[in-house]
Every structure is written in C-alpha cells, then in structure tokens.
C-alpha cells in the first residue's frame, strides 16, 4: 500500500524537520524574554485539541478496514478509547484499551 | 539537604522522566509498525523520528502521505499539530534563554511534552535555579526518552514489515490519537475547541486535497479561543458584582 513516492517522503521529512525545528528555536533562540501577544497565544492554546479531533474524526465515521462504511463497532471502540482517556487523564490506559478494543474488532471481524 | 550540583541535576531530570518511557515507548513501537505498514523501512522510519522527534506530528504526515495528500499540506497540517512546542519555547525562554546559544539550539530539539512538562513544573518550583542548572536538568529529562523514542521506532519498523497489511492496522492510528486527546480536554474552552473541530471536520471533507483538516482545526482554534474569552469576562463580571454588592 505503498501509494507515495520516495521523493514525497523525504520532502516532508527534511520539511518537517526544519519546521518542527524553527518552531522549537524561534522563541528560545530569537525572542529572548519577549512577551507574544495575547491573542496569538490564546489561539495557539487550543491547536492540538482542534487539528487532531479534526483529523480523527473521518478516520472513524468512515474506517479504512470496512472500505470507508461507517461501522458500529469501530465507532465504539474509539468511543471507548477517548472515553478512558478522558475519565482516567493517562494517555497509556487510553491507547491500552485502544489496542484491546482494536483486537477484539479483529478476532470478530 | 542534598547538594543541587550540576550533576546531580542532570540524574533528577533523568530519574523524574522514567514514568514517561511507558508513554513513549509504546507510541515509538506504533510510529514504526504504522510507518513499516505504509511502506517505509526501517532506515526511513527512524530517519522520520531522528529528524522531526514529535509523535503527533509524525503520525500526521503518515496519515496523510498515504491519502496521497499535496505535500504543503501534509507539511502544514503536521506543523500545525506541532504548533504547541513553539508555546513550549516560549515559555521556557524566560528560564533558559540567557544560556550558551549551541545549549539552546541543542534545548530546541529536545523540546517535547516530556520534557517541558517537567522542566516548567521544576523551573517555578525552585526560582532560585541557575541556567546552567535549569539546562541541566532539561537535559536530564530527555537523555533517555529520546534514545528510547529512536529505538522503539525500529523495533516497530521491523516488527511492522512482518506484519501483513490484511489486519486493518491502519485503524490504530486514530485510536491513538484519540488517547493523546482524551487527557488535553482540561478546560471547557478544551472541550469547545473539540467538539467545534469535530463537527466542522466531517462536512470539510468535501473540500479537495485534504484542505479541510486546517480549516476545520483553525475553527476549533477560534471556537477555543473565543471561549477563554467569554469565561474570562464572565468570571470577571460577577467578581465585580460581588465586591459591588452591599
């Protein structure tokens, strides 16, 4: 399933290293004790409680092991991921469950 | 009382940043299973995590390299997702921004949840710290995450390529991510930004080459925002009333 190419790859890896990079070094690095402006700050709070949720959401209403058919029993194995997420705040219980409830979908599947 | 050298430091870093491997190691092995399912091998795999060294964003770019994505939006989105290690930079440059410039470009790419998390927590704790005790301890914390995020990611690479694409690994991914999301919802204006990014991300995805995932992100950023605002102005309103009232 191998659906991009080398060149792709290394693009986005090198891109992303340089980026990720400029994004760790630009405050530390340049902005010394400089104050960002509010607003900014206030917005790039909430950037990885939007863009993942965004990015999971189609990956669950529309599974890739049914084709892209929305499935109840996908559904509710990521329902029950984030829940134990959220209820117990542990990343690791979360993913655990996560995994469990994945396999169960592939010993019944 | 223990005497805070340099040295001793380093190890408190090292020693306070164990619990976390159980974190990261696992998310390692996965980014490498995951990658050696999208067709990578072991070199590219740890070449990714050696290069950009932060899990969400790298499952990002997979994510969306294999749904044949245009790259500057792969790029965008990835970074997007690493737009908080900037805020991590930010508020560390108060602490460690007077050290020597190669320790804060070395500091730079050490920069993950791990490690700022940690270090913030100790740098307010005991304000009395010296910089150079500050970096120490920062290097602590990631002088054994980072080895261990690298080597998972191989492990995970070769196990992968063992592993047939026919068991639908490709569900995990999300469910990892929805891990990673359940525990940052700690605020209401968390959870706006949330449910916001969630309902705006499905009707987005009419929108050609995957350019819904930043317009919906960026409308749970605003929806976020502006709700810190509302609750902020509320609560100063009814202090008001309060110190106001007879």
């Known amino acids: 399933m191998n659906t991009f190419d080398q060149t792709s790859l290394w693009i986005v890896i090198i891109g992303m290293a340089l980026g990720s990079f400029a994004l760790r070094f ?5 902005m010394g004790g400089r104050k960002m402006p509010d607003w900014l700050m206030r917005h790039l709070r909430y950037t990885a409680v939007a863009i993942l949720p965004a990015l999971v959401t189609p990956l669950v209403v529309w599974p890739s092991p049914t ?11 990521a329902a029950l991921t ?7 705040r542990n990343v690791l219980w979360a993913l655990l469950s996560g995994v469990c ?4 979908l592939f010993l019944l599947g | 009382m223990a005497i805070t050298t340099t040295k001793s430091l380093f190890l408190r870093g090292l020693i306070d940043s164990l619990p976390f491997l159980l974190v990261a190691s696992p998310f390692g092995l996965l980014f490498g299973v ?10 590219e795999a740890l070449a990714f995590s050696l290069a950009v060294f932060a899990g969400a964003a790298q499952f990002t770019a997979l994510q969306l390299l294999q749904e044949n994505t245009p790259l500057l939006i792969v790029l965008t989105s990835a970074l997007a997702v690493n737009l908080r290690m900037g805020m991590y930079s ?52 990631t002088s ?10 191989v492990i995970g690479a070769w196990v992968g390529a063992q592993i047939p694409a026919s068991w639908g690994l490709d569900f995990v991914l999300p469910l990892a991510f929805l891990a990673m999301i359940g525990p940052m919802l700690r605020t209401p204006a968390h959870m706006v930004a949330c449910f916001v990014a969630i309902v705006a991300s499905l009707p987005a995805t009419l929108m050609p080459h995957n350019l819904g995932l930043i317009v919906a992100g960026l409308a749970g950023m605003m929806a976020g925002a502006q709700t810190e605002l509302w609750l902020e102005r509320a609560a100063a309103r009814s202090n008001a009333e309060q110190e106001t009232a007879p």
């Open chain 2, 90 to 141: 930010a508020s560390l440059t108060p602490y460690l921004g007077d050290a020597p410039m190669w320790q804060r470009a070395c500091a730079a790419y050490m920069t993950v949840d791990q490690s700022y998390a940690l270090s913030i927590v100790k740098f307010e704790d005991e304000p009395e710290m010296t910089t150079s005790q500050r970096m120490a301890y920062f290097f602590g914390t």
């Open chain 2, 144 to 153: 054994v995450i980072a080895p261990s995020w690298m080597i998972a990611t």
């Open chain 1, 26 to 30: 630009a405050f530390i690095g340049f």
């Open chain 1, 82 to 88: 984030f829940a134990v997420g959220y209820l117990t």
């Open chain 1, 67 to 77: 084709g892209g058919e929305t499935s109840l029993p996908h559904l509710a194995v």
């Open chain 2, 34 to 43: 995951l990658a050696a399912e999208a067709g990578l091998n072991v070199l």
């Open chain 1, 101 to 104: 409830g994945f396999l169960l």
